[in-house]
């Protein structure tokens, strides 16, 4: 993008924020010093996401825009994109590397131009750089042991999973991306059609099941994270969400997400927070 148009504000927020989410973002079990950062991580990521799933922005004018919030972010340019220069404040002042906001940046650049993905490998690399740096920054954030990174990796890539398999129809009618591996849409029936049905064939049902399977593994990896955490908080803050994932889990295998979107209730936040409490 360039400097003539600095000025200009390149995001571009849906309007939607933390209580969106299907996890606590900055929660008060987060150290009170530490919230801001975690909120302005949130902020930059939000409106990262929102300019990669724009439906009405051209995919080279998603890249710019990201690019521009890479060039504030970076130190690189100084203006028109005001998350990106909040969390270049907050890296400085926390000192956390910033390869956890530009690792965003690579997936959501993805997903201004990729709609398709071959294979549960495919996607699961795509997890790595959309959904993986987001628990490493909080992670490094409360100064964590690297022995937390593999069940951290494995719990946003299940929450990354589990989101998209909430959203399978409303993503391809919105935007024509499906994150469902096409070779189980092949190998098991299923077709892009199937997902604009009012519920599940047996195809799609059955690639659902096989992405929930290899969810439920994550979700069982994930769970050693909360007796790897030390700063107490964040402990109950991770076993709360690993309970949250296993719940959301067992919605989205008996529920069809195309009947109706499938999403956590009241009753869920309080069993994972009853759940949780064993790790304090």
């Not at 890296?91 to 906001?101: E, Y």
């Amino acid at each position: 993008m360039s400097m003539a148009v600095e000025s200009e504000n390149v995001e571009a927020w849906s309007g939607k924020d933390r209580g969106d989410e299907n996890f606590p973002v900055g929660s008060q079990l987060i150290r009170r010093d530490l919230r801001a950062h975690v909120h302005a991580y949130y902020a930059f990521a939000r409106n990262a996401d929102d300019i990669a799933d724009s439906p009405v922005l051209a995919p080279e004018d998603k890249i710019a825009r990201l690019d521009h919030m890479e060039a504030v972010l970076l130190g690189h340019a100084e203006t028109g994109a005001p998350s990106a220069r909040a969390l270049r404040d907050s890296l400085r002042v926390t000192d956390v590397a910033p390869r956890h906001a530009t690792d965003l940046l690579i997936a959501f650049r993805r997903d201004a131009t990729k709609t398709r993905y071959a294979d549960w490998a495919e996607l699961y690399e795509y997890c790595r750089y959309s959904a993986m740096p987001v628990g490493r920054y909080v992670l490094d954030l409360h100064g964590e042991d690297a022995a937390t990174h593999g069940p951290s990796d494995a719990l946003c890539a299940a929450l990354q999973v589990l989101n998209h398999l909430q959203d399978c129809g409303k993503d391809v009618a919105a935007l024509d991306r499906c994150y469902l591996p096409q070779d189980w849409m092949a190998a098991f029936g299923a077709t892009m059609a199937d997902l604009a049905a009012p519920r599940c064939s047996a195809g799609l049902r059955t690639v659902l099941d096989a992405a929930l399977a290899e969810t439920f593994a994550l979700c069982v990896e994930a769970e050693a994270l909360p007796r790897r955490v030390r700063a107490r908080g964040l402990r109950l803050e991770t076993a709360i969400i690993v309970g949250l994932a296993h719940r959301l889990h067992r919605r989205l295998a008996r529920r069809d997400p195309l009947a109706g979107r499938v999403k956590l209730m009241k009753t869920d936040i309080l069993g994972a927070l009853l759940g949780a409490l064993r790790h304090l």
